[in-house]
């Protein structure tokens, strides 16, 4: 098993940042590929990136490149989003998700996920 909790949403204003957080327990954190997915209000859930198990590979949806950076530091257990040049329809609760396979763009590929952290991107 791995816990997952997701931190750091918040209110910001379009154009600004914001790192969310997510913090692994359990199982050896190093073993999986971290993805971050985002579902907004009447929305299903979409990918938004996923890095691998050693931090050397990230891929994110066509949509997000170059806004959106995702890292991880294995010696704390944490995977982190970093999101820049925010707009309003970036607003969503935002996941993250474990996973043993690398480069799966589909939620049903994650076996573990956070609670979700809510962003709300005021225009």
């Known amino acids: 098993q791995v816990q997952l909790v997701d931190s750091g949403g918040g209110l910001v204003q379009a154009g600004g940042s914001l790192r969310l957080s997510c913090a692994a327990s359990?199982?050896?954190?190093?073993?999986?590929?971290m993805a971050w997915f985002r579902q907004a209000p009447g929305k299903e859930r979409e990918f938004v990136g996923v890095?691998?198990?050693?931090?050397?590979?990230?891929y994110y949806a066509d949509s997000l490149k170059g806004r959106f950076t995702i890292s991880r530091d294995n010696a704390k257990n944490t995977v982190y989003l970093q999101m820049n040049s925010l707009k309003s329809e970036d607003t969503a609760v935002y996941y993250c998700?474990?996973?043993?396979?690398?480069?799966?763009?589909?939620?049903?590929?994650?076996?573990?996920w956070g609670q979700g952290t809510q962003v709300t991107v005021s225009s």
């Open positions: 359990g199982r050896t954190f190093s073993n999986y590929a």
């Open positions: 998700a474990a996973s043993t396979q690398y480069i799966l763009t589909s939620e049903r590929g994650y076996n573990y």
């Open positions: 890095i691998n198990w050693t931090g050397r590979s990230t």
